[in-house]
């Protein structure tokens, strides 16, 4: 069997001139058309703006119609998201045994590098990305196992982690002030066990018949994503049609995570996307999910449930039940936990 330095796209892609089988999607699920129009895109909103009840009311809009958004003057400085992209991007530049090296050091496996998903030896088909992920709570636990290389990986990814740590609670608080929920609501448990996740996508040699990521909704609160400014890639449904997502200098994406939707009993949407390829230039991404420590409960807001009126749609789960069991269905668990 392979090795996990050999499986990885980036050390193989550039010696194929056409897609392997193994990554070739079926036609029904294949990139195909896409709208990228200025009356189509994803909400921007101005999180440096006066009026905090427009941006309230602009924030649950955008999580009610699409479960997507973007976000200009957040605080978080420019070169602080340059350092972090940059940082991600040599990291998936280093030869392929020193990026195994790196995320092999957790006798956990919570900081790991993997190819295509990480149930890579189930798939029937692969997905053209390599990936790295690892937990990154306030407290500083679990840095041991970051990559030491680059050098300033630590610095760099600490430094963005604090920051997108805030970043997440002001917006979390901005839809409990919408939906009427306890303003710290999502503090502590809900929002304590947040983890990085750094995609690379290769140039493709035919992108029309592969993806970077299938069509799914994240596991989480919420999601906050750091594009790269020259590539895009993101792609998000919508009534039927896979929008864009145009990456904006300085902005980060937004998006409503399946646990959020639970928890809001379907007030907010959770929304499918996916990632495609192309086959010029390298595509790098990196996603900060805000996920509830193992042992928290997921089920509907107790203030946004009505026996008679509005009724739980879901079945309440612990987080790491949830976890578990999303891992090994799928988009099929959405279905099962709901109430007949």
Same mark, same amino acid.
């Given at each position: 069997?392979?090795?996990?330095?050999?499986?990885?796209?980036?050390?193989?892609?550039?010696?194929?001139?056409?897609?392997?089988?193994?990554?070739?999607?079926?036609?029904?699920?294949?990139?195909?058309?896409?709208?990228?129009?200025?009356?189509?895109?994803?909400?921007?909103?101005?999180?440096?703006?006066?009026?905090?009840?427009?941006?309230?009311?602009?924030?649950?809009?955008?999580?009610?119609?699409?479960?997507?958004?973007?976000?200009?003057?957040?605080?978080?400085?420019?070169?602080?998201?340059?350092?972090?992209?940059?940082?991600?991007?040599?990291?998936?530049?280093?030869?392929?045994?020193?990026?195994?090296?790196?995320?092999?050091?957790?006798?956990?496996?919570?900081?790991?590098?993997?190819?295509?998903? %990480?149930? @890579?030896?189930?798939?029937?088909?692969?997905?053209?990305?390599?990936? /790295?992920? =690892?937990?990154? *709570? &306030?407290?500083? $636990?679990?840095?041991?196992?970051?990559?030491?290389?680059?050098?300033?990986?630590?610095?760099?990814?600490?430094?963005?982690?604090?920051?997108?740590?805030?970043?997440?609670?002001?917006?979390?608080?901005?839809?409990?002030?919408?939906?009427?929920?306890? %303003?710290? @609501?999502?503090?502590?448990?809900?929002?304590?066990?947040?983890?990085? /996740?750094? =995609?690379?996508? *290769? &140039?493709?040699? $035919?992108?029309?018949?592969?993806?970077?990521?299938?069509?799914?909704?994240?596991?989480?609160?919420?999601?906050?994503?750091?594009?790269?400014?020259?590539?895009?890639?993101?792609?998000?449904?919508?009534?039927?049609?896979?929008?864009?997502?145009?990456?904006?200098?300085?902005?980060?994406?937004?998006?409503?995570?399946?646990?959020?939707?639970?928890?809001?009993?379907?007030?907010?949407?959770?929304?499918?996307?996916?990632?495609?390829?192309?086959?010029?230039?390298?595509?790098?991404?990196?996603?900060?999910?805000?996920?509830?420590?193992?042992?928290?409960?997921?089920?509907?807001?107790?203030?946004?449930?009505?026996?008679?009126?509005?009724?739980?749609?879901?079945?309440?789960?612990?987080?790491?039940?949830?976890?578990?069991?999303?891992?090994?269905?799928?988009?099929?668990?959405?279905?099962?936990?709901?109430?007949?």
């Amino acid at each position: 069997m392979e090795s996990l330095d050999e499986m990885l796209v980036s050390s193989w892609y550039d010696v194929h001139s056409s897609v392997p089988p193994s990554y070739v999607q079926p036609p029904e699920r294949r990139p195909g058309k896409v709208i990228n129009s200025s009356d189509k895109a994803i909400p921007v909103i101005d999180l440096g703006g006066h009026d905090r009840l427009h941006t309230t009311k602009q924030i649950l809009k955008a999580s009610q119609d699409y479960g997507f958004f973007q976000v200009i003057n957040h605080g978080v400085s420019k070169d602080l998201m340059d350092e972090t992209l940059n940082v991600f991007k040599e990291f998936h530049a280093m030869s392929a045994k020193e990026k195994v090296n790196e995320c092999s050091q957790d006798p956990n496996g919570s900081c790991k590098l993997y190819t295509s998903s %990480e149930n @890579y030896k189930k798939d029937a088909i692969h997905y053209w990305k390599d990936s /790295l992920t =690892h937990p990154c *709570p &306030p407290s500083g $636990e679990f840095m041991e196992y970051w990559p030491k290389k680059p050098s300033n990986y630590r610095k760099v990814v600490g430094e963005y982690t604090r920051e997108l740590k805030k970043l997440g609670l002001e917006i979390l608080e901005i839809i409990c002030e919408g939906l009427g929920l306890n %303003e710290g @609501y999502f503090c502590g448990g809900l929002s304590e066990n947040p983890a990085m /996740l750094a =995609h690379h996508y *290769p &140039p493709c040699p $035919e992108p029309c018949l592969t993806l970077g990521l299938a069509k799914h909704r994240d596991p989480t609160i919420i999601t906050i994503l750091l594009q790269d400014e020259k590539v895009q890639g993101l792609q998000v449904l919508k009534d039927g049609e896979w929008i864009g997502v145009q990456p904006i200098p300085n902005a980060f994406v937004v998006n409503i995570g399946l646990l959020m939707q639970i928890i809001t009993n379907g007030k907010l949407v959770g929304a499918e996307h996916r990632a495609v390829t192309n086959s010029s230039i390298a595509r790098t991404s990196v996603a900060y999910f805000i996920y509830p420590s193992f042992e928290s409960i997921i089920e509907a807001a107790q203030a946004l449930i009505n026996a008679t009126t509005d009724p739980p749609i879901y079945k309440s789960m612990s987080f790491g039940d949830f976890r578990r069991e999303f891992f090994q269905k799928g988009p099929k668990l959405e279905e099962e936990l709901k109430f007949l």
